[in-house]
């Protein structure tokens, strides 16, 4: 639907002596780690495959404030409040940064939440899973963020710079987000049982949505290999869901957390854990529009845009006026 709105072209990656000479020259460019900026010539799908990454984590982040948002006046003590809300308002910036990395490749910020609220962009699955306890909070910030933060670290290295400086910037904001899940969660553990309790129940529901999050497995990826040729992408959707399983278990542990999964066991001769994949037709499910909160989430954007219309008319008018004013004085 969507990928025929921003068509990234034929994703077949293309032998070098098939390539004009001025992909052959932009080619050489990615070989070398050379960061390719707006003005510079580019081959038009890696254009368009930009405009669809950057602009689906932009709407992420901004569709990313629901779940916590709705906690935000339930928080249990005044800290907790002050901590989520600036976490919430960080994500509303994460979401600014990539719509301006997006519109340096020539779409437009209005253009690109129309496709969003047409429903032909897509935003993270994750974000269409309810939030129903207090523990879901510390969930979010430990395995959503922890799992954002493992592809982000290496979007840090992709090839086109204006998003490799905003992943920089938002890195660092990320990782004190996973920080303050992983301290909410500590609370609760060593709370009482009812709350260790919740947290157990948060854990439950928030694994196998957060494996989704990397992403189909490599055999169903559509776009990997021709993105991992750009270095849009540094490494495949499996590489990165295995990263997280391993960094994420010895975190569980000193919680005190079961991960629900019988088959998680360390894998000697590999070096890594073996771990179930989640159920892969409810990824696909959730991500063609059916997930628990998918309508929802839309509707509530879809409310925001058209409440805010006005305030964005006024900006727009004043500054149509400045111009007028500043040749008056
Ligand atoms: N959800 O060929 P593939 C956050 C789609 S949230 C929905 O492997 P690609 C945060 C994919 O678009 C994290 N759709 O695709 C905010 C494609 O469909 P189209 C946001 C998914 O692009 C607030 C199809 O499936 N981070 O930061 O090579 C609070 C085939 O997939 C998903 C980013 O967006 C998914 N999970 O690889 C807390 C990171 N996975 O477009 C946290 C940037 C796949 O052809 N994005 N699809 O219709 C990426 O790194 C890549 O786009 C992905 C997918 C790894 C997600």
Redesign the pocket.
């Given at each position: 639907?969507?990928?025929q709105v921003i068509d990234t072209g034929s994703d077949r990656v293309r032998a070098i002596g098939e390539m004009p000479e001025e992909e052959k020259v932009f080619m050489a460019r990615i070989e070398k780690g050379e960061k390719i900026e707006p003005k510079d010539w580019m081959p038009e799908g890696y254009r368009k495959t930009l405009i669809?990454?950057i602009g689906?984590?932009a709407h992420?982040?901004v569709v990313?404030?629901l779940p916590?948002g709705n906690w935000i006046t339930r928080a249990p003590t005044l800290e907790r409040k002050a901590i989520l809300l600036a976490k919430v308002q960080d994500?509303a910036g994460?979401g600014l940064y990539l719509y301006s990395a997006a519109e340096t490749l020539g779409i437009s910020r209005d253009e690109m939440t129309e496709l969003l609220h047409a429903g032909k962009m897509?935003?993270?699955?994750?974000f269409n899973y309810p939030t129903l306890n207090w523990a879901d909070i510390g969930a979010?910030g430990w395995l959503?963020?922890g799992a954002?933060i493992m592809?982000?670290v290496a979007?840090q290295r992709t090839s086109y710079g204006p998003y490799s400086r905003a992943m920089i910037r938002i890195c660092k904001e990320?990782s004190f987000?996973q920080r303050q899940g992983y301290d909410l969660l500590i609370k609760m553990c060593q709370g009482s049982p009812e709350q260790k309790a919740m947290a157990q129940d948060a854990m439950n529901r928030f694994w196998y949505p957060a494996l989704?999050?990397?992403?189909?497995s490599d055999k169903?990826?559509?776009?990997?290999e021709q993105?991992m040729a750009w270095k849009i992408?540094i490494n495949t959707?499996d590489e990165l869901r295995q990263k997280f399983v391993d960094q994420t278990v010895p975190q569980a542990k000193y919680l005190g957390l079961t991960i629900p999964d019988e088959n998680l066991v360390w894998n000697e001769e590999r070096g890594a854990h073996d771990f179930t994949q989640p159920d892969w037709n409810e990824f696909f499910d959730v991500?063609a529009g059916n997930g628990p909160c998918n309508k929802d989430r839309m509707a509530a954007r879809v409310n925001a845009w058209k409440d805010g219309a006005w305030f964005r008319e006024g900006l727009a008018a004043y500054a149509k006026k400045l111009p007028l004013r500043k040749q008056a004085v």
């Open positions: 639907m969507y990928a669809r990454q689906q984590h992420s982040e990313g404030q916590e994500e994460h897509k935003y993270s699955s994750i979010v959503v963020d954002a592809n982000q979007l990320e987000h989704m999050m990397f992403g189909p169903d990826s559509v776009h990997s993105s992408k959707n991500i």
